[in-house]
C-alpha cells in the first residue's frame, strides 16, 4: 500500500473519515451552542442579539456537517471550508488567550490539529492532476 488508494480500507480513506468526524463533532457543539443561545434569548428583554447569534452558531454548524459529508466523500471544496473554519478557530483562540487563556488555548490547539489532519487527509484530493 502506497497510502494513496481510495479503498475503504486504506490510510487515506481512514484519513478523511476521522477529518469528518473532527468536522462533525465541532458542528455538534456549534448546533449545541446555537440552541442554547436561542433558548437563553427567551429570558432576556431584547432577544435579538442572542437570537442573531443562535441563528449564525446554526449555520456554521449545518455548513460544518457538509463539510465533513463531502470530506467524506472526497470532494474539493470540502478542504477550503474545512481549512478556513481551522484557521478561523484557532486565530480566534489566540486572540483570546490574553484575556481567557482556559478558552483560547484548548480552540487554538483544536483548530490547529484538525486543520494539520484535513490538509493530511486531503493530499490526493488537492494534488494536481497532469
Do not use: N
Request: hydrophobic fraction near 60%.
Amino acid at each position: 500500500m502506497s497510502g494513496t488508494e481510495t479503498g475503504p480500507g486504506s490510510r487515506v480513506q481512514s484519513l478523511r473519515t476521522a477529518a469528518a468526524v473532527a468536522l462533525w463533532i465541532e458542528a455538534a457543539g456549534l448546533a449545541a451552542a446555537g440552541v442554547a443561545y436561542g433558548v437563553h434569548a427567551f429570558s432576556l428583554p431584547q432577544p435579538m442579539f442572542a437570537i442573531g447569534l443562535a441563528i449564525f452558531a446554526v449555520c456554521i454548524a449545518v455548513g460544518l456537517a457538509f463539510a465533513g459529508r463531502g470530506l467524506r466523500r472526497g470532494a474539493r471544496w470540502s478542504v477550503s471550508a474545512a481549512v478556513t473554519w481551522q484557521a478561523l478557530l484557532t486565530l480566534a483562540g489566540v486572540s483570546l488567550v490574553q484575556s481567557r487563556p482556559a478558552v483560547g488555548l484548548p480552540a487554538a490547539a483544536v483548530g490547529a490539529a484538525i486543520g494539520v489532519l484535513v490538509i493530511v487527509a486531503s493530499r490526493d484530493v488537492v494534488a494536481p492532476r497532469g
